[in-house]
């Protein structure tokens, strides 16, 4: 019994070490199988982290790659003001809108850098056997002596007018007087800036030209002043200043500019012309500082650009233009407004409306693209103080790189005869201005106007005069359409503001701007003389001749311009004439402002 007990004893813990052995060869086998899975674990684990750390550095080089080989941006944008639209057109485009200023130009009917059908007209102003020379109708001891008003060519104007005042009141004309005390300050006087002895010589079958008015008596002869009514005919002169001449044979016209009707005979225009574009040359000096710039510009580019740019404080202060400044325009422009009490209140929303704000260097820059001219295009840019300086000029500069001006392709040392002469330094800009391949303007000054009808004269050279009042609404709306539309309407509205042959129908605007007299055509071999009028019209309409007068006195919209408006002129002195002569015209005037 104990036997069989003990064995089953035995028999028990047999069983159950091997229960145990069991269990712990279970228990081994398991962490066995742990430590194999944590292995293939980690090594999948490493395998992954292989991939992701390749697949980053490959991206790492991608980007490193794309960073060196992609073009950097303009710096020249980077640097644009706040409201700038350059740099809202940038922002625009960013914002997945769709007006976009490209960099290059675009395709055009006619060539950039002319105008169609130029080759057929050109400049005529010889006078007609009818034209009586000066040696039949110079009265002797009758004197004409003018003093011309503002600046370089305002005073052009009355230098050319005088000349045919002369020849109508039959008078020797003494070289003019050029202002000196108005806003430019120039103390030059009349040989410093023309060529005075090819002025007299080249006119001397026309009117006979001194110097000096020679002494009375062996004392010097005091002229009788007196004035003439803007825009007078010829039978004005006749009737108005002729009676006085001839009893005081010398008379002095003051503030002459602008005082000659645009409405004469056709010998008349004629000689105006054979003054403006033949005889009235600038000095020596002058002519060879202003080839000398107009050849540099030439190095630079085949063809350029000439942009004659106003927009000084004291300019945009009278015209009472806004240009989104903000307080801090209003503040600064008003101040300076306020010197002039006699202007009245501005309103800047109707002036731009009716375009007689220039145009903002931008706005120029976005007109030029629009007509085709890309960024590679060279732009010499006459100017003064521009307001806002360098923040103003930096989106123009943004459209286009290659911006110059005498200052920046002379030496100061070459600049020097000149720099203290406002008059001196717009006759050099005059020069490359009427040189340049293209010219444009952001106003309709006296300089513009001189230059246009010069350019006409001389084969119609492309003149570009901005259609204000069409592309002021354009500017304002150019973010509800695609570029493409922009440039359409801009092309389409400076349609007659191009400089195209008869794109300005003859007798209207300012004769010196517009010379149709003067413009000749040609058809094969044949020349056929374009006039405005029969010789001697207006002599066989004498009872319209009054009325005419009357009607140029009120500027019709072609006159209207933004910078010709008047300020008041305290001239203390009256005109000493005789009182039958007096008007309500010749009472103490106003003056040109900032006339260029």
């Known amino acids: 019994m104990m036997l069989t007990n003990l064995k089953q004893l035995m028999f028990s813990l047999k069983m159950k070490r091997k229960k145990r052995e069991r269990n712990n060869i279970l228990l081994h086998g398991s962490n066995d199988i742990c430590v194999v899975l944590n292995r293939i674990l980690w090594r999948k684990r490493h395998r992954i982290f292989s991939l992701v750390s390749f697949v980053s550095g490959c991206l790492i080089l991608l980007l490193f790659a794309v960073s060196v080989f992609s073009p950097p941006p303009a710096a020249n944008l980077l640097f644009l003001p706040p409201h700038s639209l350059v ?45 009586q020379t000066a040696d039949m109708k110079t009265y002797p001891n009758r004197y004409l002596l003018i003093s011309t008003s503002g600046g370089l060519n305002q005073q ?16 020797t004309l003494v070289v003019p007087r050029l202002d000196q005390r108005s806003y430019w300050k120039d103390a030059s006087g009349f040989a410093e800036i023309f060529n005075v002895d090819r002025f007299i010589s080249s006119l001397s079958r026309d009117v006979k030209i001194i110097k000096e008015l020679p002494l009375k008596g062996g004392k010097p002869w005091i002229p009788r002043r007196m004035a003439v009514p803007r825009k007078c005919n010829e039978r004005c002169y006749q009737t108005r200043v002729l009676p006085v001449l001839t009893k005081k ?15 004469l005979g056709t010998d008349l225009q004629k000689l105006r012309c054979r003054v403006n574009y033949h005889a009235l040359t600038f000095t020596d000096p002058i002519l060879e500082m202003g080839k000398l710039l107009v050849e540099r510009m030439r190095m ?3 063809h350029f650009i000439a942009l004659h740019l106003r927009f000084e404080p004291d300019m945009l202060a009278f015209t009472g233009c ?3 400044g903000g307080d801090k325009e209003r503040r600064e422009l008003g101040k300076i407004r306020r010197r002039w009490k006699a202007l009245h ?16 260097p931008e706005e120029i820059g976005l007109m030029l693209r ?21 923040e103003t000029l930096a989106p123009l500069k943004a459209l286009f790189p290659n911006f110059h001006s005498k200052e920046t392709i002379a030496t100061e040392a070459e600049l020097a005869p000149f720099s203290s002469f406002s008059s001196r330094m717009a006759a050099l800009d005059y020069i490359v201005c009427d040189e340049s391949d293209v010219f444009v303007s952001n106003n309709n000054g006296n300089m513009v106007r001189m230059i246009a009808g010069r350019r006409r004269y001389f084969r119609h ?13 354009l500017f304002m709306a150019r973010n509800n359409m695609t570029w493409e539309e922009f440039a359409t309407k801009v092309q389409a509205f400076q349609v007659g503001f191009m400089g195209a042959p008869k794109e300005v129908k003859p007798g209207r605007g300012e004769f010196h701007e517009n010379p149709t007299s003067c413009l000749c055509e040609t058809k094969g071999t044949e020349t056929v003389q374009k006039e405005t009028q029969e010789e001697d019209h207006e002599n066989d309409n004498n009872g319209r001749d009054t009325a005419e007068v009357n009607d140029e006195q009120d500027p019709i919209e072609e006159d209207l311009d933004w910078i010709e408006d008047d300020y008041s002129d305290n001239i203390k002195d009256l005109p000493d004439t005789d009182s039958n002569v007096l008007t309500k015209q010749e009472q103490p005037e106003v003056e040109e402002l900032f006339s260029d």
Not at 122 to 128: D, H, L
Not at 345 to 360: D, F, I, V, Y
Not at 370 to 390: M, P, T, W
Request: with cysteine.
């Open 345 to 360: 209140a501005s309103n800047p929303e109707k002036m731009r409306r009716q375009g007689r704000c220039p145009l903002t």
């Open 249 to 263: 044979q010398a008379i002095e016209l003051r503030k002459f500019d602008y005082r000659l009707s645009n409405r």
């Open 461 to 473: 050279k492309p003149t570009i005069r901005p259609n204000a009042k069409k592309l002021y609404k």
């Open 156 to 171: 052009r104007t009355g230098i050319v007018d005088s000349v045919v005042a002369a020849y109508i009141l039959n008078a």
């Open 87 to 131: 740099r809202k057109e940038i922002a625009a485009v960013e914002s997945n809108a769709v007006f976009q200023v490209p960099t290059i130009g675009g395709d055009f009917d006619r060539g950039l850098w002319s105008t169609s059908r130029s080759k057929l007209y050109y400049g005529c102003s010889n006078a007609s056997n009818k034209f």
């Open 300 to 302: 630079k580019a085949k």
């Open 322 to 324: 806004y240009y989104g």
């Open 370 to 390: 629009a007509l085709g001219f890309g960024s590679d295009v060279h732009i010499y840019v006459a100017s003064g103080e521009v307001y806002g300086g360098e």
